[in-house]
């Protein structure tokens, strides 16, 4: 079982809907949680991160985490084609040598559709 | 101004050949780090330089040898390419170790035929 569980879709989404991605994990270890956003043929760009539990909000873009269910979840409000892309998620947890480790889901591919 | 640069974009290789990718990051950060993205675009961590010394070094077969000459720059050296080799390699950024927000390159798209 990977550590960390993300439906890999495709999700197809009119303009305008509002999208839901979520992500699992099983490593009570991950401190931050993090989604990345990658264009194809792009490199992955930080979108948002969260420590605690609860939503953060970013203009259309809410992250929420769940940690005693260890459940973390991206709603896109009022979804435009530019917003087609992987989503990411992505877990931190801080190594006793120092430094940090990025986990990543397998990525939820999302195509919003005009 | 390229934040995270890699080259080449594009390898095409045979197998049992040696092949290096550079990287290069001018944001000033102290720690870099290489990925390997495969085809179902799951992303994983290989390793990770803090000040060019290593800190991550996830299991990864010893035929793949990272350099760092300096901490702008982290290079990865891959002996005798395999077909299984084939994959997106990312290298990435952060201000220091203890960051979340890493600033990936471009990649670079590994064949081995």
């Known amino acids: 079982q990977k550590e960390v569980e993300q439906d890999p879709g495709p999700l197809s989404v009119p303009e305008g809907a509002i999208v839901s991605l979520n992500c699992t994990y099983s490593?009570?270890?991950?401190?931050?949680f993090m989604w990345y956003r990658q264009y194809s043929r792009k490199g992955p760009e930080l979108l948002m991160y969260t420590y605690s539990s609860g939503n953060k909000e970013d203009g259309r873009f809410t992250a929420q985490v769940d940690k005693s269910s260890k459940y973390i979840s991206l709603f896109i409000r009022d979804s435009q084609p530019s917003d087609s892309a992987t989503y990411l998620c992505?877990?931190?947890?801080?190594?006793?040598?120092?430094?940090?480790?990025?986990?990543f889901g397998t990525g939820t591919q999302l195509k919003v559709e005009l | 101004d390229t934040a995270v640069s890699q080259t080449p974009k594009y390898l095409v290789t045979q197998m049992g050949n040696d092949k290096s990718i550079k990287c290069e990051q001018n944001l000033g950060h102290d720690t870099m780090y290489w990925y390997k993205q495969d085809s179902k675009k799951f992303l994983k961590i290989m390793f990770s330089?803090?000040?060019?010394?290593?800190?991550i070094n996830e299991t990864v077969p010893n035929r793949f040898s990272p350099k760092s000459p300096d901490k702008a720059h982290l290079n990865l050296h891959i002996n005798s390419l395999e077909l299984g080799d084939s994959a997106v390699y990312f290298c990435?950024?952060?201000?220091?170790?203890?960051?979340?927000?890493?600033?990936f390159g471009p990649g670079t798209r590994l064949l081995v035929l």
């Open positions: 992505a877990m931190r947890t801080v190594l006793t040598g120092g430094g940090n480790k990025l986990t």
């Open positions: 990435a950024s952060s201000q220091d170790g203890y960051q979340e927000t890493q600033y």
């Open positions: 490593n009570s270890a991950f401190q931050y």
């Open positions: 330089y803090n000040n060019k010394e290593l800190i």
